[in-house]
Nanobody
Framework: QVLLVESGGGSVQAGGSLRLSCVAS????????MGWFRQAPGKEREGVAL????????LYADSVKGRFTISRLNGQNTVYLQMNNLKLEDTAMYYC?????????????????WGQGTQVTVSS
C-alpha cells in the first residue's frame, strides 16, 4: 500500500486551467494503474482519467475528453492531471488512486489506495 497526496487544486474561472499532482509515498512497480476521480456534493464519486503505469495508455471519461490529460514521468512517483478549459460542472473534490489489479476501467471499486483529495472550484 502507498500513501497518496494530492495538490494543485484551487479556484479558477470557467475556461481556465489547473494542474493537479499526486505524489505517492514510494515508487512501486506493483501499481498497475493510477486514476483520478472526482466527487461533487450530493453525487457519487466518478472516474475522470486512468493511466496504465507500464504502457502509458490512458482512458478518459467522456465529459473530460480533449480537456484533461493524465501523465507521469517515467520512473517518477508523481502523477499529474492537466485540466484545461474548465467548466462549472468540473467543480468537485478530486482524488487520485492506485490499483494493483491487472485490468481496470476507471471503476472506483478497482482501486484500493486513495488520497485525501484536493478541491477544484470553477466559477463563472
Amino acid at each position: 500500500q502507498v500513501l497518496l497526496v494530492e495538490s494543485g487544486g484551487g479556484s479558477v474561472q470557467a475556461g481556465g486551467s489547473l494542474r493537479l499532482s499526486c505524489v505517492a509515498s514510494r515508487y512501486s512497480d506493483s501499481i498497475k494503474f493510477m486514476g483520478w476521480f472526482r466527487q461533487a456534493p450530493g453525487k457519487e464519486r466518478e472516474g475522470v482519467a486512468l493511466l496504465d503505469m507500464y504502457n502509458f495508455t490512458t482512458l478518459y471519461a467522456d465529459s473530460v475528453k480533449g480537456r484533461f490529460t493524465i501523465s507521469r514521468l517515467n520512473g517518477q512517483n508523481t502523477v499529474y492531471l492537466q485540466m484545461n478549459n474548465l467548466k462549472l460542472e468540473d467543480t468537485a473534490m478530486y482524488y487520485c488512486a492506485a490499483t494493483y489489479k491487472y485490468y481496470s476501467t476507471l471503476r472506483t471499486t478497482d482501486f484500493s489506495d486513495w488520497g485525501q483529495g484536493t478541491q477544484v472550484t470553477v466559477s463563472s
